[in-house]
Nanobody, 123 residues
């Protein structure tokens, strides 16, 4: 099973980025997906999650109204659209897959993890 996150980069505050997480080696459709991040000197924290149908999404309070998680089951890919970025959003962003289809906010609920992609927001 492989999860490959991409789309990170350096952006100015107020800018936007779209992260992608392509999966392989698993039957994508029944899996719930999540995005987590770990900033410098910080613990890993939940960002967003989406159920296997896409009908249920969850967001951390810090990103509500700015970030949108979505998925394309035909492409085995989950996305994170990040708008109005702030310097405090700077982190390594990782995607994760959960074999049970319901979206969850705790990292221990996820079975597979990908390597992250760096997002740096300058002030």
């Amino acid at each position: 099973v492989q999860l490959q996150a991409s789309g990170g980069g350096l952006v100015q505050a107020g800018g936007s980025l779209r992260l992608s997480c392509a999966t392989s080696g698993l039957t994508f459709k029944p899996y719930a997906m999540g995005w987590f991040r770990q900033g410098p000197g910080k613990e890993r924290e939940f960002v967003a999650s989406i159920s296997w149908t896409g009908s249920t999404t969850n967001y951390a309070d810090s990103v509500k109204g700015r970030f949108t998680i979505s998925r394309d089951n035909a492409k085995d890919t989950v996305y994170l659209q990040m708008n109005s970025l702030k310097p405090e959003d700077t982190a390594v962003y990782s995607c994760a897959a959960r074999s049970a289809g319901s979206a969850r906010t705790l990292d221990i609920a996820y079975n597979y993890w990908g390597q992250g992609t760096q997002v740096t927001v300058s002030s």
